[in-house]
């Protein structure tokens, strides 16, 4: 095995990873050689040429023909709009049969946050401090006996965080759920490489490889098994969200719905962007395609362009809350249709064996990692759909240690979610000069996880709760 992998990669101009073979011990080299076992060279060939030499590089972006996508606005009141109760009565048809699972991504290196755990252990509530993957996992319980159905849960790890990740949950009973029903698979992985296009040694013995990105849950839900387990549930519809964000409504009938009667194979939840420029994507249209662009390729003369009423025109941010069909996963995950997701280059700060052969930790980015995103899926989807979401009701990221997207303002967009329903049952809480309650408080998903369910919880409630800091119902 050890020749024929050598020629392989002498003959791929990856010779290199075989520099310190020779000093290795027996089990070291057998470690080395599973992993290059594992490196599809070809493909990596063609990434290097394209992305990291240039030799294949694609034109710029062509803006021609971009429009803004169309997208099912959000009523003021969606529970007595006609079309928003129609998508609301077929969603919860499609959730009492079983058909629906969710499916959070969380196999990234979660860097900005610097937290030393994977991201989903990070706690986030206001006064309980639970942690992400609690937030989740009640929110799923509650829908489950909402529906009287199990809802599985798919969790996408990669091998930096999955034993962790797998030993969080069997610490915690599961948060309630039933093993069974938790479903954890692993990622892909892609080898980083210099910027002359050559494999980095992490170690001696060990090459640099890296979670293939969030879209590389397409081919991984395929190649793990997980899809065909859904499969056998009978379940068709998979509710994808990310790590990050505890607003999500993860079981969100009026979305699956949408989706269901849209015969759609993928659709997205867009939010109105807070400013022109903020950083993220844009749900647009291409050559009759939906697609998303993101903010560091759309021109600022785009971002800011402004209907003749006033409004942004590219107003429809996206926030990475999809609905996947089953079999548009099989398709593309399985790569049968030769249909796949691209890969994108991303610098970054990579260890690496240096010339005299101790490890070396960068403070500056010295390699490539490559990644798959999973909203390139858009415009090979049929009849994709998306619908508006209310940002305070949705999208509030733990992305940065401190500033935008913290932990700071997830917990005052969560208080404010909160005081919000309690004002629509007519409880006012105090709130700071910002508009953010002034006290800490919580609820619970297990009591309701939406602002509707809020109102009917709240009501069937013997004794009501005072108003107070540090108040969790
Ligand atoms: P981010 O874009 O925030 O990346 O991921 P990240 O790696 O977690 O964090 P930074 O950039 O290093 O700070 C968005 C979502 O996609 C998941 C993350 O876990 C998060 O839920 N993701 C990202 C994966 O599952 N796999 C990946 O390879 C990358």
Redesign the pocket.
């Known amino acids: 095995m050890e020749m024929e992998l050598r020629e392989k990669f002498e003959a791929a101009g990856q010779g290199g990873v075989f520099k310190y073979f020779d000093s290795l011990c027996d089990a070291e080299r057998d470690a080395l050689l599973a992993q290059l076992g594992q490196v599809d060279l070809k493909e990596l060939g063609g990434l290097v040429d394209s992305l990291v030499l240039g030799n294949g590089k694609s034109e710029a972006f062509d803006f021609s023909g971009l429009e803004p996508a169309p997208y099912k606005i959000l009523p003021p009141d969606k529970s007595s709009d006609p079309e928003w109760s129609e998508a609301k009565r077929v969603g919860e048809e499609a959730i009492r049969s079983g058909r629906l699972a969710a499916f959070v ?9 610097g937290f030393d755990a994977p ?1 989903g252990l990070f706690k986030v509530t206001p006064v309980k401090g639970k942690s992400l993957f609690q937030v989740f996992a009640e929110k799923i319980l509650s829908a489950s006996r909402k529906y009287g159905v199990s809802i599985p849960w798919l969790v ?1 790890t ?1 091998h930096i965080n999955d034993a962790r990740t797998r030993a969080f949950f069997e610490e915690n009973n599961f948060f309630g759920l039933k093993k069974e029903d938790v479903i954890f698979f692993k ?1 892909g992985l892609m080898p980083a490489v210099t910027p002359r296009g050559e494999i980095i040694l992490e170690e001696k013995g060990k090459i640099a490889m890296t ?4 879209g ?2 397409l081919r991984a839900m395929f190649r793990s098994g997980a899809l065909e387990e859904l499969k056998r549930r009978g379940i068709d519809c998979i509710s994808y969200f ?3 964000n505890p607003l999500v409504n993860i079981i969100d009938p009026y979305f699956l719905g949408f989706h269901i009667l849209g015969k759609s194979e993928m659709s997205s939840k867009m939010i109105p962007k807070a400013y022109p420029l903020e950083k993220v994507g844009h749900f647009c249209m291409k050559d009759g395609k939906l697609c998303v662009v993101e903010y560091s390729d759309l021109p600022k003369s785009y971002q800011e362009q402004r209907e003749a009423d006033g409004r942004l025109r590219f107003v429809a941010g996206s926030v ?1 809350i999809h609905i996947l069909d089953r079999g548009f996963v099989e398709r593309l995950g399985g790569g049968a249709s030769g249909e796949g997701l691209p890969f994108h280059r991303a610098d970054k700060k990579i260890p690496f064996v240096g010339e005299d052969g101790n490890v070396v930790k960068p403070d500056k980015p010295n390699g490539i990692k490559f ?1 798959m995103f999973v909203f390139d899926a858009l415009p090979m989807a049929k009849d994709p759909v998306v619908i508006e979401g209310a940002r305070g009701d949705e999208f509030s990221p733990v ?1 940065n240690a401190e500033g935008v997207d913290s932990p700071a303002t997830c917990k005052a967009d969560q208080k404010k979610q909160f005081a919000r329903w309690l004002a629509s049952v007519g409880k006012s809480v105090p709130l700071d000069a910002d508009g953010i309650p002034s006290i800490d408080l919580e609820i619970s998903p297990l009591f309701a996880s939406c602002g509707e369910d809020f109102v009917s919880a709240w009501n069937s409630l013997e004794t009501k709760p005072d108003i107070a800091d540090g108040m969790y119902i």
Do not use: F, I, N, Y
């Open positions: 991504v969380a196999g990234g290196q979660g860097t900005r946050l991201k996408m990669s990622q979670p293939d990105g969030h590389g849950c990310q790590v990050d990475a990644e992305k």
